[in-house]
């Protein structure tokens, strides 16, 4: 049973020196670093159940399939989906977004509308671009407010028009930590009689997410952004959209019938999972839904969402820094930053030097980043097993880079 | 700080960030390029006015980190009053610097780079302005980018 605690000693790789000082990890952002619990959950199954799933009647692939299937219930309960089949297992984020994109979008027509906020990662972007090319739809955006980051609703009515067929959005932005009012989005598009896809890479890990209060019709996560392996993530959809949905990828383990002219294809999630799935990640991304619940997603909400306070709260009390998304509450666990002297990267490679891990750059950005004018920020991104102390290293050398280049 | 650090952060490379030479648009420019760091997002455009063949005048800008800066800035120094021939090859004793830290002789300024190349992710910072700048000489539209084969 994990405990708040010990939690730093449930995770291995934080117990390393780096350029010899402790380890300061602050890229949880990009990906979170896993637990004993979630590797041995791993192993354990490359150890002693390993075969393919779904196509065996030997003893190793129905405990294979039996652990697969388990994980994707698991995966239901995690996020309050009503049933396990509306639990698809991707690659991750960008996966499901994409699968969303070309299954779902494929029925969009010129004329139609794909409506998207500036705040979005890349892969909330580029795939709804590549469809919008495909079938003639167009792309909209809800603006963001500027430094403060926050999506400015006041326009919302003028956007969400009629021709709106998908609103999708992110849930907490991985560049600006704004955490967006899903539910009432979801709500507003479904006036509309829009679909709602949530990218919750930010959130699902770090806050309790329920899609049924929600209220969304589809939603993607990482398993990696949330202490369990790459490679590994899921997208939820309501049964019903999903059951309507054409395949994506064809192969094994989607058909129901094949012929050499005609197939016919499985329900949902085999319907959109073509091919060998990641079943051992899916078993380690089971384990780290145990693991988070175990230690409270409410609790770690509040754990991240104090140190981005924090943090927060001494960065800008340094000379010439220049700090993005809103001030106070509505903020998930990061914060980014420019100095006005030192170029992200360099502030990047200087914290390395004293043991920090920090990611400096557009984070998969670029549009917001632009407006914002803007070629990067350096972003810190805080776990359940970061701590005030860290935070004040992460000053301290802050205040030395700024002294070095001043 | 370390010693890795600071070869990286050379006094040479710390002054030409800070007071970048030909920098901004050359009006006269008759040549154009502009490079991109997909990565990270850095951008460098130079501009060169070429006569007869050489480069009679240079300049650059853009945005970047202290590397990609000081090393345009640098590059636009070491650059005027060469031809194409010349650029190519100093540029190639500067890839020399930053992938290995061994200086040939004789080659100045750009020697400060060498601490480049105990920092790898920092070799396409360096080299960004020179894409360009070669890029510019061969009259090429297209922008260049870290990612192409040539490094
Ligand atoms: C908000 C957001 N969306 C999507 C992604 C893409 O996630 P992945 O690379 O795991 O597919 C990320 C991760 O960088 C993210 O932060």
Request: aromatic share 8%; charged share 20%; glycine share 8%.
């Amino acid at each position: 049973m994990p405990s708040w605690n010990t939690v730093r000693d449930d995770f291995p790789a934080l117990h390393q020196q780096v350029n010899g000082h402790p380890l300061v990890y602050l890229d949880n952002g990009a990906t979170t670093q896993r637990p004993q619990v979630v590797i041995d959950a791993v192993s354990r199954f490359y150890a002693h159940d390993n075969a393919n799933v779904h196509r065996g009647l030997h003893a190793l692939s129905m405990r294979a399939t039996a652990a697969y299937e388990g994980a994707r219930a698991r995966v239901a309960r995690f996020i309050n989906a009503a049933a396990p089949e509306e639990i698809i297992f991707t690659r991750g984020t960008t996966e499901s977004l994409n699968l969303v994109a070309a299954s779902w979008g494929s029925r969009l027509q010129p004329g139609d509308v794909i409506l998207l906020t500036e705040m979005e990662h890349h892969s909330n972007l580029v795939p709804w671009q590549l469809v919008a090319a495909r079938t003639g739809a167009k792309l909209r955006y809800v603006p963001v407010t500027g430094d403060e980051g926050k999506l400015d609703l006041s326009v919302l009515d003028q956007l969400l028009t009629p021709e709106v067929k998908v609103f999708a959005f992110t849930h907490i932005s991985n560049t600006l930590g704004t955490i967006n009012p899903v539910a009432e989005l979801c709500a507003r598009a479904r006036q509309v009689g829009a679909i709602s896809v949530v990218d919750a890479a930010q959130s699902v890990g770090h806050m309790p997410v329920d899609v049924r209060a929600i209220g969304c019709d589809f939603l993607a996560f990482s398993g990696h952004k949330m202490a369990a392996g790459t490679g590994i993530g899921a997208l939820y959809g309501r049964r019903e959209l999903l059951d309507a949905m054409p395949p994506w990828q064809g192969g094994g383990g989607m058909i129901a019938h094949v012929g050499f002219f005609e197939s016919r294809w499985k329900p949902s999630p085999e319907r959109f999972e073509a091919g060998t799935p990641n079943f051992g990640d899916a078993v380690g991304l089971a384990a780290a839904c145990d693991y988070l619940d175990a230690l409270g997603r409410a609790q770690l909400r509040r754990h991240d969402g104090e140190l981005a306070r924090l943090a927060y709260q001494k960065l800008s009390a340094l000379p010439n820094i220049r700090l993005l998304g809103p001030a106070e509450e509505e903020r998930g666990g990061l914060v980014s930053f420019a100095l006005s002297d030192v170029h992200a990267h360099d502030v990047v490679t200087f914290a390395d030097e004293d043991g920090i891990a920090l990611r400096g750059g557009h984070h998969c950005n670029q549009p917001l980043m632009h407006k914002l004018g803007l070629t990067g920020t350096v972003r810190a991104s805080f776990y359940l097993y970061n701590t005030a102390e860290e935070i004040d290293v992460l000053i301290a050398s802050i205040r030395r880079i700024q002294k070095f280049f001043g | 700080m370390s010693a890795d650090l600071t070869e990286l952060y050379q006094q040479v490379i710390l002054d030409h960030n800070k007071r970048p030479r030909n920098r901004g648009r050359l009006p006269t420019a008759n040549r154009v390029a502009h490079g991109d760091n997909p990565t990270c997002g850095d951008q460098c455009s130079v501009y060169l006015r070429l006569e007869n063949g050489k480069i009679a005048d240079i300049s650059f800008d853009g945005s970047g980190c202290a590397i990609s800066q000081a090393s345009s800035s640098l590059m636009t120094t070491q650059l005027k009053g060469k031809d194409a021939a010349e650029a190519a090859s100093l540029y190639q004793q500067f890839h020399q610097i930053v992938t290995t830290g061994e200086a040939p002789e004789a080659i100045s300024d750009l020697a400060a780079f060498a601490g480049v190349h105990t920092f790898p992710a920092r070799i396409k910072c360096a080299t960004l302005g020179w894409h360009a700048a070669l890029n510019a000489l061969k009259g090429d539209p297209i922008p260049a980018t870290t990612e192409s084969r040539l490094d």
